[in-house]
């Protein structure tokens, strides 16, 4: 049985110091003073094209952290009653805090884009949903 957990925290943009001097800015994130979980996993990912067919998924147990380190992009966060809201990520100063049992899915990426990712879990696939359907067959009951 596929389980969901729900978080007390609601999507939504975190801020990170940006330190501004001549040379240029300089932005970090440190635990827990940042960010709501502790980091078990990095990764990022840069898309081919912005034409990218958008990949939707949602996490049951993994909390995560989106934020654009180069370029710019949208972030869909879908909900159980189809509702929807758009997030455009386009500086390395802010995050996008998505808790478990979020279904989102990334488009319109800018050219040379890169999306940098912070994982509350080790890489899991059995915590990964793919299919919407059963999102919301599952988090609805």
């Excluded at 240029?24 to 994130?29: A, V």
């Excluded at 990426?109 to 080790?122: N, Q, T, V």
């Amino acid at each position: 049985m596929v389980k969901f957990y729900r978080s007390l925290m609601p999507v939504k943009i975190l801020n990170f110091p940006k330190i501004t001097d001549p040379r240029g800015n300089l932005t970090f994130i440190q635990n827990p003073t940042h960010i709501p979980f502790e980091i078990k996993r990095i990764f990022w990912s840069v898309p081919q094209s912005k034409e990218q067919a958008p990949v939707g998924l949602a996490r049951k147990q993994e909390q995560e952290i989106i934020v654009a380190l180069k370029g710019s992009f949208d972030v869909i966060v879908t909900g159980v009653n189809d509702s929807s809201e758009k997030f455009t990520l386009s500086s390395p100063h802010h995050g996008l805090y998505l808790p478990a049992s979020t279904w989102r899915h990334i488009e319109n990426f800018s050219p040379g884009s890169m999306a940098f990712h912070l994982c509350s879990l080790k890489d899991n696939t059995d915590d990964h949903v793919n299919n919407f359907e059963t999102f919301i067959n599952k988090v609805a009951k």
